[in-house]
């Protein structure tokens, strides 16, 4: 099984590495034995702090790798085995309670020669939750990492050419129906690649039969269809069927399904401190009784309004109280 690999950015953090270390653009190394100084005190639980935007405080990565591409040229990979970020009390971890833990991994830098357009580009910075990974192990995690832009296209082909997205069903097992659906439609696009004609637009360049996208070869699909044996038999026509007269009120209606959590998590201490003095509600307290009226209430159980108008005795009629 593949560890999650995820890039670390200014903007973006990956799952399993706390936004601490994508804001400051750092990471630590862990000491190989924990030992107590002879003045004494707590053993130090990280090593030297590795910053991103400064090459002399790296240390000798563990892994270096060198790989040739057809598309980026060459490839280098560098690789800091034990790293771990520096947590804060902030997004997943606000709710934590106790000492934040020290989650270990692998930092790697990749850095390509060239990008399309881009004669100078940065450094990509990755974290995966595996340790001890080899030369293999770490040119699978970044070659995984660029193939998740393929996924993201066929997504999009997905919603905005077969229509994922367009029927709107109630019944969670008919949404599955429809999604495997999908997948057998886009399953005979990818077989029928070089049986399809490039019926390319005027903007397009031409492709070779065996690169035509799934979009191009839905577009000469209806031709091949001709041709394709047909085992089941031509559809009957028939009418609509009559439905609920118009004017009738619906008896049954669908049961509704919660799309789960919508509410936004608060990110920091304050905007969740915030959100609580916000939704206070008022504390009923035992108070001694003082006037009549307040020896009445202590009768019915004692409670009363700490934040009740009126002061203490003075004969107003009105049960006292000290405000919060």
């Known amino acids: 099984m593949t560890s999650p690999v995820s890039p670390m950015s200014s903007r973006t953090c990956p799952s399993s590495c706390p936004a601490g270390c994508a804001r400051t653009g750092s990471c630590s190394a862990t000491p190989g034995r924990r030992h107590s ?3 004494g005190g707590q053993p130090p639980k990280r090593g030297g702090v590795l910053t991103f935007a400064k090459p002399e405080s790296w240390h000798t990565p563990e892994t270096v790798t060198t790989t040739d591409t057809t598309r980026y040229s060459t490839a280098e990979a560098l690789a800091w085995d034990r790293m771990h ?69 066929t997504f ?58 799934p979009a191009r070869v839905r577009r000469g699909f209806r031709h091949l269809r001709v041709k394709a044996a047909r085992p089941a038999g031509a559809p009957r ?25 919508t509410e936004n998590r608060a990110e920091t201490l ?20 003082r006037d ?6 202590a009768s019915d159980g004692g409670l009363a309004l700490l934040s009740a108008p009126g002061g203490a005795g003075g004969g107003s009629g009105r049960a006292g109280g000290r405000a919060l």
């Open 37 to 39: 100084t002879p003045r």
């Open 270 to 289: 304050t905007e969740r401190s915030a959100g609580r003095s916000a939704h206070r509600v008022p504390v009923l307290v035992p108070v001694p009784p």
């Open 237 to 261: 026509p028939s009418r609509r069927g009559p439905g609920r007269p118009a004017g009738s009120k619906n008896r049954r209606p669908a049961q509704r399904h919660e799309p789960g959590k």
């Open 156 to 213: 999009r082909l997905f919603k905005q050419t077969l229509g994922w997205t367009i029927p709107k069903v109630r019944d969670p097992a008919t949404a599955d129906l429809w999604t495997w659906l999908i997948i057998a439609a886009h399953t005979q696009l990818r077989l029928a690649r070089p049986l399809a004609a490039d019926l390319r637009r005027p903007l397009e360049k031409p492709t070779p039969p065996d690169r035509l996208t």
């Open 85 to 153: 970020p520096r947590l804060t009390a902030r997004g997943s971890w606000l709710d934590h309670c106790g000492e934040l833990p020290l989650i270990h991994g692998t930092l790697i830098r990749l850095k390509v020669e060239h990008l399309p357009g881009d004669r100078d580009p940065k450094p990509v910075w990755l974290w995966s939750s595996r340790t001890d990974s080899d030369a293999a192990h770490l040119d699978r995690l970044w070659k995984a990492l660029l193939r998740r832009f393929d996924l993201e296209h």
């Open 292 to 297: 009549p009226l307040t020896a009445v209430m």
